[in-house]
């Protein structure tokens, strides 16, 4: 007998106690199936062997009824027993090597992997599958540590690329949530996920065939766009750096038109600070620091900035809260990691947002910049950090770094310093502009995350002219305010800088500004 084709897009993981009380988890299945489920396994850790076996009799009924196979979870016996298409044991269960001598080759195993280690070990133990978890945080378990995409990414890309084990993501994965994780977690190998596992989104839905429906939609879609960033189709047609740059004076225009509202979830240092800059550009801003009224204000809002400046449980709430809507609305969201390397808790705050979104722009310092580097994989120099800013000279090539961040999470990125930088990943450029004193005031840095939050506001299709052009608005008044006969120190030079925002002419982003094109790739 051949072992079964299977398609694991999306795999229903079932469990009586999460099952709506408005039907029975054997019509659950056959719902989540006619909703398009391609693989059903049955998780029943409380029966014993014979109601197991009575319940899973009833379960293969469905699922041969409609030829989609079935697995059973952590009991070889009941497995055989039914003749079950195979089963799917933990790490804590039977061991790879001993279900697979009891299955025999035909049957279909797969085995709960969460580090890249026991990933390899199921390849070479002859898995078919593996499942990759936890995700997110779950209701059937309570893991001491969520992997997100970014920790899926990191066990794709350490198996090989070409060989036949497949691949599942588990663990709260839901129809606003799957598109997102298959997408982002494609790795650089060219691995992309072959399936999604789901549990309380199918069975404890009111409706289960459209539950599944939509998972099955959102998975196509997300593997889709995943296909398209491992082999870079994501990165093709964009324009000239300097045909870009020609667009620099109406964005402002446009900008002091419309007037965008932007929703800043920020640190109380530079509120006020990032507030009167937004509004001295010509943009409205909304400093509103809570998750209850987020949904609401995504409706309205233009964009978002999601500083980590001041760490307070309910603003990491709101930030995630904010940023999910925001993706849902299609409003674009920069995401300024003050400090991301000075603490453990800063550095699992930026993860936890780069996993539970997606940043459209990444605003940060090298020491900042360093450390989201680190948390996505990207093997950079090390550069130690103090506080919230970096020590030493930064990196050897900035460029690269930025070039390369920008591409693994299909973003643009903002290294500010001495020289600025910006790429989103095909498209890099260096601004020279700026003044001394902008690094001797605070907030300096949270201003041109805020600066950059109103151009992406009214340059939805560009990111990275927007990014360009808030980098370059506040450099310009940076450099205007400090050659002001007025200014005499730090202190003089804020309340200038403030006016100069304002006085700022649209010409002026092409006539002064210092940006050279870096040509990183032929």
Do not use: W
Not at 70 to 97: K, P, R, T, Y
Not at 174 to 197: E, F, I, P, Y
Not at 367 to 391: F, Q
Not at 426 to 452: L, W
């Amino acid at each position: 007998m051949a072992k079964p084709v299977v398609d694991y897009s999306v795999y229903l993981v079932t469990d009586s106690d999460l099952n709506h009380p408005s039907r029975t988890l054997v019509q659950s299945v056959e719902d989540s199936i006619l909703g398009g489920v391609t693989l059903v396994q049955l998780r029943e850790k409380d029966l014993g062997n014979q109601s197991f076996i009575e319940l899973a009799r009833k379960v293969l009924a469905i699922t041969r009824k409609y030829n989609v196979p079935l697995l059973i979870n952590d009991n070889i016996f009941v497995a055989l027993a039914i003749g079950a298409e195979g089963a799917h044991v933990g790490q804590d269960d039977i061991s790879c090597v001993e279900a697979r001598r009891l299955l025999g080759p035909d049957k279909i195993l797969g085995i709960s992997t969460g580090t890249p280690e026991e990933a390899q070990k199921a390849l070479a133990d002859g898995a078919d599958y593996i499942g990759i978890g936890t995700c997110f945080m779950t209701q059937t378990k309570t893991p001491k540590r969520t992997l997100g995409p970014i920790g899926i990414r990191t066990i794709l890309e350490a198996l090989p690329a070409n060989n036949d084990l497949k691949t599942v993501a588990i663990g709260g994965i839901k129809d606003d949530n799957t598109r997102r994780v298959v997408a982002h977690s494609a790795g650089s190998n060219g691995r992309v996920l072959d399936g999604v596992a789901v549990v309380t989104g199918i069975v404890g839905a009111v409706d289960a065939k459209l539950a599944s429906e939509k998972l099955l939609v959102e998975y196509k879609a997300g593997r889709e766009e995943g296909l398209k960033r491992v082999q870079g189709e994501l990165f093709k047609g964009r324009t000239q750096v300097e045909s870009v740059l020609q667009t620099l004076p109406q964005l402002l225009v446009t900008l002091r038109e419309k007037s965008p509202l932007t929703h800043h979830i920020s640190n109380y240092v530079v509120m006020n600070d990032t507030a009167n800059a937004t509004l001295a550009l010509g943009g409205s801003p909304i400093m509103a620091p809570s998750a209850m009224e987020a949904p609401d204000l995504s409706k309205v809002v233009s964009s978002v900035v999601l500083n980590i400046g001041t760490l307070t449980d309910s603003f990491v709430d709101c930030m995630l809260v904010a940023g999910k809507h925001a993706n849902a609305q299609g409003k674009p969201v920069i995401f300024d990691p003050v400090g991301a390397g000075a603490t453990s808790l800063r550095r699992e705050t930026a993860r936890r947002i780069l996993n539970h979104m997606h940043v459209d722009i990444i605003k940060g310092n090298a020491g900042e910049i360093s450390t989201i580097a680190s948390i996505i994989g990207c093997d950079t120099e090390s550069i130690a950090m103090r506080g919230v800013d970096s020590l030493g000279s930064g990196f050897s090539n900035p460029a690269a770094v930025i070039e390369a961040i920008a591409r693994r999470e299909n973003c643009v990125v903002v290294m500010t310093g001495k020289t600025d930088y910006v790429s989103d990943g095909v498209r890099t450029v260096a601004i020279e502009n700026g003044h001394e004193y902008q690094g001797r005031i605070t907030g300096s840095g949270c201003i041109v995350a805020s600066s950059i939050a109103s151009f992406a506001a009214i340059s939805p299709n560009d990111h990275f002219a927007a990014a360009i052009a808030g980098v370059l608005a506040i450099n310009l008044a940076g450099e205007h305010a400090g050659n002001r006969d007025d200014v005499r120190g730090p202190g003089t030079f804020r309340a200038a800088f403030i006016d100069e925002m304002a006085n700022l002419k649209p010409e002026q982003l092409l006539t002064e500004a210092k940006i050279n094109t870096i040509s990183l790739r032929s």
